[in-house]
């Protein structure tokens, strides 16, 4: 299966890896329309593991990557940094657009919901074009299981705050499924950066790596240990870094 996909143009491997993170989105905004709720351990792990799996790919598949390539260590560096504060102040956009909405209106703090949520994708979205167009399939691909892996329980996050803004299971749900379509379009463009201009390659990785370092910091960490299993949790995503470890270092 890996090596038809192995033969595929590049165009089309990326495509489908970001419909892949799509689908996962989908599937997590999908359990509206089954469940009323979702069990916090089972949200817990699958962060858990997604984030040790995002970790090792930011290391062995985007940063150092991107240190091998450049000859000036301090471009990486700056670039890294740089793509945490890129994402830092887009929260803090997202953040005070959410303080000038009224609170009591419904679709308003909908409406806010989906944008944010759909603005985070993109980032996701490029930083698996990025990794293909790094030219390390399957660190890739894993980076690529990792993204979508997370996906899935933030769908729910979105599906289900909709839910609770008054919307019907369906049209939850769908605003959810419409928040990942940016993926696949991202990670076109991602590609197409990398592909384009390759005297960049380093600094996109760099770029990828500390959005993605950023993410799992701010975001999947912290959602993944506010819940009563911490330590379990934190074996999960050790466990989950292991996994991303092997595939990249024993098999790349």
């Known amino acids: 299966m890996f090596s038809i996909f192995y033969n595929l143009p590049d165009m ?5 890896a970001g419909i892949i993170c799509f689908l996962f989105t989908s599937m997590g905004a999908s359990l509206i329309l089954l469940f009323k709720n979702i069990k916090k351990n089972a949200l817990d792990s699958i962060n858990s593991i997604a984030s040790g799996i995002m970790l090792a790919a930011s290391i062995f598949s ?4 991107a240190i091998k390539v450049c000859s000036n260590i301090y471009l990486v560096l700056i670039s890294f940094i740089l793509g945490g504060v890129l994402i830092y102040f887009g929260n803090i956009i997202t953040t005070k657009f959410e303080k000038k909405i009224n609170s009591n209106v419904e679709w308003k703090r909908c409406l806010l919901l989906f944008t944010s949520i759909t603005i985070h994708n993109i980032p996701e979205g490029l930083v698996v074009g990025v990794a293909f167009g790094g030219g390390n399939i399957l660190a890739a691909v894993s980076l690529t299981i990792g993204i979508a ?3 899935f329980p933030e769908g729910a996050a979105i599906s289900f705050p909709l839910k609770k803004q008054g919307l019907s299971s369906k049209k939850a749900a769908l605003l959810g499924i419409a928040s990942g379509i940016v993926e696949p379009i991202a990670a076109i463009v991602g590609y197409y950066l990398v592909t384009l201009v ?4 380093p600094v996109i990785l760099s770029l990828a790596a500390g959005v993605m370092i950023y993410v799992i910091i701010v975001e999947l960490i912290p959602d993944s240990q506010n819940g ?11 466990l989950g870094f292991i996994l991303m470890m092997i595939l990249d270092v024993a098999l790349g």
Do not use: R
Request: proline share 4%; hydrophobic share 60%.
């Open 228 to 238: 009563e299993k911490k330590d379990l949790m934190a074996f999960v995503t050790i």
């Open 62 to 65: 985007l940063l150092i990557p």
């Open 198 to 201: 390759s005297s960049i390659l």
């Open 149 to 151: 892996l997370q996906n």
């Open 12 to 16: 089309i491997k990326v495509f489908i």
